[in-house]
């Protein structure tokens, strides 16, 4: 399962869905390699019809996750499906959603992270890293916090919380596979600048 | 599973107990479903709300457990998701959920699917899109839903029961004492939340519920 690098976590209060919608096609062909459909407090039904406008718009090689409910991946025909800390568990969604997707899990510690290599997702969405509006008052975890959660696991590590370009090279070099961003990208005044930046910034470190 | 239709479902509306952590007072699910059952619940609907789904897994795996053991229907509501793994025998869906016929698709034949409409319209078009039965209401004033909007009333709930062929239940602030107008309005059966999960003895005020509604269906001829 090939695993994405550049995720972008959808924030209704960040940027509505129909703006995103509008920006999608650009950000895609800048080099976005993930979208997470996440909305909380949003009736199911809405997020349905969200989800399969995303669908139309990210387009291979972009993968299209759906954020802890099983039923909405499957019915927008999602590429995978991301569970958070305290989801369901791995082996019953892949059951759900059958083979060929992928399954993320977030986690926000080491013990976390440990209790997930067992169940085997395909990767980790670890955070948050730095302080970031998404969370706020929470202190940031750190490079550290990364460093130990990357040596824990044998899958690739996704580092979320407070992400921007420069800060690329020093959460690669901790051992991190790539970066999930918010505000980083969507609250810029120009998100399509800023997934080249990402982009560039990633692809430069592999390149090494 | 595949039972669950015609008379058996029927049955098996007669009272219909819907779960809610803030109404049971501390008590866990477990023990009021148990207790509900004892005192002759025929349904039980996992409301699962706020919470990690990890810790509504948990919690639906007892209660999957005991409706199983009793013959009773177990139902989940709005995550459709969570009914396919718990291997539930139903799912709930409201006007603001996945629409029923999504719902069909994802749970197959075999699971029964349960619709709240608001206006009849919705009503015959959920009974179109395979809806097994109805939940309709607020039938009476309820503080448990906020959400639920103000009292529909008998008079919508009798019209909507002569519309479809579909068993229809009756749901919001039905109690003992007003259970009985609810089945002359042409429900099979109540859906409940406080007046049982909310009761100091859950098993007492589902056995009260039961006999009146058993008896509102004996006197209707059913």
Same mark, same amino acid.
């Given at each position: 399962m090939r695993v994405p690098r550049l995720h972008l976590v959808t924030d209704p209060n960040v940027c509505p869905f129909d703006r995103l919608l509008a920006l999608l096609p650009e950000l895609v062909a800048a080099g976005l390699d993930a979208v997470h459909l996440r909305a909380r407090d949003v009736p199911t039904g809405t997020l349905l019809g969200v989800a399969r406008a995303l669908r139309r718009v990210v387009v291979p090689p972009a993968m299209l996750f759906v954020n802890d409910r099983v039923d909405l991946a499957l019915l927008s025909e999602a590429d995978g499906l991301h569970l958070p800390e305290l989801g369901l568990p791995v082996d019953e969604v892949r059951r759900l959603i059958g083979g060929g997707r992928a399954v993320g899990r977030s986690v926000h510690s080491v013990a976390a992270a440990g209790r997930a290599v067992v169940e085997r997702p395909d990767f980790l969405v670890y955070g948050n890293v730095f302080e970031t509006a998404s969370k706020p008052g929470l202190p940031a975890r750190g490079l550290d916090g990364l460093r130990a959660v990357v040596r824990a696991v044998p899958f690739p590590v996704i580092a979320i919380g407070g992400i921007t370009p420069e800060r690329v090279p020093a959460v690669l070099a901790a051992g991190a596979y790539g970066v999930a961003v918010i505000r980083g990208i969507l609250g810029t005044s120009d998100p399509v600048e800023a997934v080249r930046v990402f982009r560039q910034a990633l692809d430069g470190v592999e390149e090494r | 599973m595949s039972g669950w239709r015609g008379w058996r479902l029927r049955e098996a509306l007669r009272l219909y107990v819907v779960t809610d952590r803030a109404t049971a +007072?501390? +008590?866990p699910e477990s023990e009021i479903v148990r207790a509900a059952i004892a005192g002759g619940a025929t349904a039980i609907q996992l409301r699962w709300k706020t919470g990690p789904l990890g810790e509504a897994l948990r919690v639906g795996r007892e209660l999957r457990a005991l409706c199983r053991d009793a013959g009773v229907l177990f139902v989940v509501n709005d995550r459709v998701d969570l009914a396919l793994v718990l291997g539930a025998d139903g799912v709930h869906v409201g006007?603001?959920?996945? =629409?029923v016929a999504e719902t069909r698709r994802l749970v197959g034949e075999s699971m029964v699917v349960g619709f709240s409409p608001e206006t009849l319209e919705q009503a015959r078009e959920a009974e179109a899109a395979g809806a097994d039965y109805l939940g309709v209401g607020p039938v009476y004033p309820t /503080?448990?839903?906020?959400? /639920?909007? =103000?009292a529909v009333g008998l008079e919508h709930l009798a019209r909507i029961a002569g519309a479809v062929r579909i068993p229809v239940v009756g749901i919001g602030g039905i109690t003992a004492d007003n259970a009985a107008a609810v089945i002359r309005a042409g429900a099979v059966g109540v859906a409940v939340i406080s007046a049982v999960v909310g009761a100091d003895d859950v098993q007492a005020a589902a056995v009260r519920l039961r006999q009146v509604v058993d008896a509102a269906l004996a006197e209707r001829g059913r």
């Open positions: - | +007072r501390g +008590r006007v603001s959920d996945l =629409p /503080a448990t839903k906020p959400d /639920a909007g =103000p």
